[in-house]
């Protein structure tokens, strides 16, 4: 079983920037793709950037050229940098892992981002 825990959510004004991390635990970090959600309130759980383990990254239209995901296979972490952030990317943002390229099944217990207009 996989444990994830998300840190670095919070409040920014719009423009400004964070950074999310997730642990991850359980299982060999290497065989596990990484991925970052979001989801507002009365709304779907969406895709935001993945990770492979070779490093290869995809991005949501949305955030491209302003989030970076990156992971750090020696602390088993994998990073969303947000820069130039709006008030709609306000959400809980929830990391997940996946093994190789099958589905993400483990989810972690999201963390708060508001962005203050």
């Known amino acids: 079983q996989v444990q994830l825990v998300e840190s670095g959510g919070g409040l920014v004004q719009a423009g400004g920037s964070l950074r999310l991390s997730c642990a991850a635990s359980?299982?060999?970090?290497?065989?596990?793709?990484m991925g970052w959600f979001r989801q507002v309130p009365g709304k779907e759980r969406e895709f935001v950037a993945s990770?492979?383990?070779?490093?290869?990254?995809s991005y949501a239209d949305l955030v491209k050229d302003r989030f970076t995901v990156s992971r750090d296979s020696a602390r088993s972490t994998v990073y969303l940098q947000m820069n130039s952030l709006k008030p709609e990317d306000t959400a809980v943002y929830y990391c997940a892992a996946a093994l190789g390229y099958g589905p993400y099944e483990h989810w972690g217990q999201g963390t708060q981002v508001t962005v203050s207009s």
């Open positions: 359980g299982r060999t970090f290497s065989t596990l793709t």
């Open positions: 990770v492979w383990s070779h490093g290869s990254a």
